[in-house]
């Protein structure tokens, strides 16, 4: 170990410093410690295994660090803390972050930290280290603890933790060294770039201090790490509710025409900034960059018509009161539902969440938005892409928020109470989230996974059929929800269609580079999914007519067309998700339908076949929320339609009339505008009034109804 005062002012600080925070020079006392064993840079060993959200009761330099974790447990401090003086953290010059390993943090004192600091350590290298989720503890000072503490006056200042050596992030000055700022006043720190953060707890005299785990968003194709966010828990995702529900109020409140121009604004501000985005859901997913517009395209035009059309569809509506109630004038309406939880995938960050986003705003709701935690980036702009638009129409408030987080921010989402929660991701994943939402009986909308089939009839354009089954299954690397896993073709026409297709699939290569035809597999335990469905369709009889075992090199997977493959296999069954397809024989578009209907998922579906009415009856005869004939994926280019499934693949419905309508709540009112003819609901009904009714239902409802002759 190295004493705080081995290190001089201005030596061993950090140098150079990329990406426009400026250079970096350390001027005052600063701690360097070697460390060894577990993160938790200035943490004594009985409060570093603390969990997540708790605030430790302990003592510091006397002041008081009290208050509960977000379940409501206290924690209590283990034995020997007392010995130690009951301090978990070490301040000014004991800030030496004790017992803590390559996942050190280093503590800047005062306002704000020194920033994502990108730069080459001046001292040297440091040893490299795992990339690893941002760990940063924070403490709250109501006032200096001493004298020399620089920059900590009479109001709450946060102290952030910065990770050393993880990717992209500061690297020590010497391997196994980490280096303590003390003071953020120095001048040796005024051009140290800072990210400030709100406090959670600063009241009084009180001192907080908790962990706040961040989570890194990486390229798919290159392991870079693109961003660093926030891991928000239970308390962070109550405190933007609780805010949305007074945004939902002042959104609500809004004419038709006040939320129509706003909507049209944030699509205008999409399309002009339709590149930037493009180039970050490039990055972050890995899809291809045309692929990223395609998807920004159809949010748009989704948008426009959400915007458009919620005022035809969700304005109240006249309807008939009957003979026996004709003394009532009938009405529905539909009124917002208040706060809307929408928790988003990966494979497609804008044009799936943006289903649920833009037809919940369009219904006066207001929105908590919880993006993948592989896409978080394309979640932030999004929603700040709508502050923005909404900038120019003066005061707002946050209608659209976000929180971060794994799946324990979007179980906290579906434990805060929303008025209602819009999901997308696996059925396994559903269940949590249902269960999750069933404490506050909160409705679920899930959109789950599907195993979409793409049906030949023998009179089918087989070229066109081929083209579909292409693009179908093997855009996005397969990860697509709606995309064709599995081909069923009329026996006339099957080696015609496999030859055609086979062509077709031959030529496409994934990469990252501006020519592949697919980018790399968004979530890194997918191609291992991938080869196990593989090995198993070969191992049961399969045979492969492009690619095989050999096609799986993550990140990466080649096109593969399987043939032969047992119905009850997993690459029939399962849900792949991966540029690969089964095809499969059949006797004619009954048997097709036959085969089509026997799995679990029934999201989408297509139907090729020139006889239109042979088609339509296909179509009808699937067991699917949707079917696109003579085209693939062509329900989702069509914002009027409602977009969802059965079985497996959910239930509840986005997109036009029925998308917005989800997402409000119908109300309906009765206006007696007349004295009732024969009085039916008063202790005053008299048997005349009983006889009367008696009979006028007899006669409109008792006619005897029998089989009409042929």
Known sequence: M??????????????????????????????????????????????????????????????????????GAAWKPGP????????????????????????????????????????????????????????????????????????VAARPDLVHAVQVGGAGQDQAPRARVVQVAVGRDGAGQQDVGTWRHAPSVASGDRTVLYWSAMLETVNPATGEVLATFPVHGRREVDAAVAAAREAAVWWAGLDWSGRRIRLLAWKSHLTRYMGRLAELVHAETGKPLDDAKLEIILAIVHIDWAARHARRVLRPRRVRSGLAAINQASTVEYHPLGVVGVIGPWNYPVFTPVGSIAYALAAGNAVVFKPSELTPATGDWLARSFGEALGVFGDSMPVFQLVTGPGSTGEALARSGVAKIAFTGSATTARKVMAAAA???????????????????????LDAAADAAAWGAMSNAGQTCIGIERVYVADAVYHSFLERLSQKVSGLRPGVHREASYG???LPSQPEVVAKHVADALARGGRPVVGGPDAVAAPYVRPVILTDVPEHSAAVTEETFGPTVTVTPVADLAEAVSFANAGRYGLGSAVFARDRSAAMTAARGLRSGMTSVNSVLGFAMVPALPFGGVGESGFGRIHGADGLREFTRPKAITRQRMRPLINLTSFGRTDRDMRRIVTLVTLLHGRLYRPRRR
């Open 520 to 522: 790399p597999m968004t």
């Open 439 to 461: 404490d506050t009986l909160t409705p679920v909308l899930a959109q789950c996974g599907g195993k979409d089939a793409l049906l030949v009839s023998a009179d089918a354009d």
């Open 2 to 71: 190295r004493s705080q005062r081995e290190v001089e002012a201005g030596r061993g600080g950090i140098g150079h410093e990329e990406r426009g925070h400026g250079e970096v020079k350390f001027v005052g006392k600063i701690a360097g410690q070697e460390f060894t064993q577990d993160a938790r840079a200035a943490f004594y060993h009985d409060t570093q295994y603390a969990s997540f959200g708790q605030i430790i009761e302990h003592e510091i330099e006397g002041q008081r660090v009290a208050g509960i974790d977000e379940y």
């Open 80 to 151: 020997g803390a007392a010995e130690r003086g009951c301090g978990a953290v070490h301040q000014a010059e004991r800030a030496l972050g004790e017992e803590t390993s390559l996942r050190v943090q280093v503590a800047g004192g005062g306002e704000g930290d020194p920033g994502r600091m990108l730069g080459q350590a001046a001292g040297g290298a440091a040893g490299a280290a795992a990339r690893v989720p941002d760990q940063q503890p924070r403490v709250v000072l109501a006032d200096r603890l001493r004298a020399d503490q620089d920059g």
